[in-house]
């Protein structure tokens, strides 16, 4: 990083404001926003060779050392919430697939260093495309929200709650053997369906819980194994958990 020769005293800095600025087609495109902080004009930066430049007193001139070092932690502040926004489901603020499975890659290889078991949960809502259609996709999402929250609230501090895709959630319980998942589950699967009466939806859940003794280096392979699971439980009358232990 160059270091701006610039100088500025306090009459200079009040004057000043920030552009965002980059190249496009050849030429160099400004926001022409009047940003009062660099941070209000990293938010304006469009591509990846972006910068920012300061306007003092009408005069375009390079950002000083201690600027171009606020530029960037706030470009790295950016960075970090757009990481995070791509990680979260929109609709319920868990966790999206994207997420689950790199918090699921992480605590394998922490299994697989202690080692201790891991469970992962496939739950999908029974029924639930009855409410879209009787209730409208209002009330589908406050459904799908309201099971989110319900199961971030039922669940232990360290697991891992998220929305894969429609009506489908998984969780991941760390450390926990098929006895104390099925615990956690049971628990789980009494507190949805209490709010689910409470709210008069016609919704069961069924349930799939897979206990990895030693998880395996493949987190697609344990992901459909509760996927699975999930769906035997469907195709056989709904409504219910199953549980399996594998080596």
Not at 144 to 172: Q, S
Not at 203 to 222: E, N, Q, R, W
Request: proline residues 2%.
């Amino acid at each position: 990083m160059i270091r701006a020769t610039v100088t500025l005293d306090k009459q200079d800095e009040f004057a000043s404001h920030y552009v965002a600025c980059w190249a496009q087609d050849n030429c160099l495109i400004r926001c022409w926003h009047e940003h009062k902080t660099i941070a209000e004009a990293a938010t304006c930066i469009q591509r990846t060779d972006g910068l920012v430049r300061a306007v003092t007193e009408g005069r375009e001139r390079s950002l000083t050392y201690e600027e171009q070092e606020g530029l960037v932690r706030a470009l790295l502040e950016l960075y970090h919430a757009e990481r995070a926004r791509s990680r979260k489901d929109d609709k319920t603020g868990l966790l999206n697939e994207r997420g689950f499975r790199e918090v699921l890659s992480d605590e394998m290889a922490r299994s697989r260093r202690y080692p201790r078991p891991l469970t992962i949960v496939y739950i999908d809502l029974d029924d639930f495309k009855a409410v879209n259609d009787e209730h409208g996709h209002p009330t589908g999402d406050l459904v799908l929200r309201i099971v989110g929250e319900t199961m971030r609230r039922a669940v232990r501090e360290v697991d891992c709650v998220a929305r894969l895709h429609g009506d489908e959630f998984a969780l991941l319980f760390p450390e926990a053997n098929a006895v104390s998942a099925s615990r956690i589950v049971g628990k789980l699967k009494s507190i949805l369906e209490d709010t689910m009466k409470a709210h008069q939806w016609k919704i069961t859940l069924s349930i799939g819980a897979v206990t990895f003794k030693t998880p395996l280096a493949a987190p697609d392979y344990m992901i459909e194994q509760a996927d699975k699971l999930m769906y035997s439980v469907k195709r056989t009358g709904k409504n219910r958990a199953a549980s399996l232990t594998l080596d």
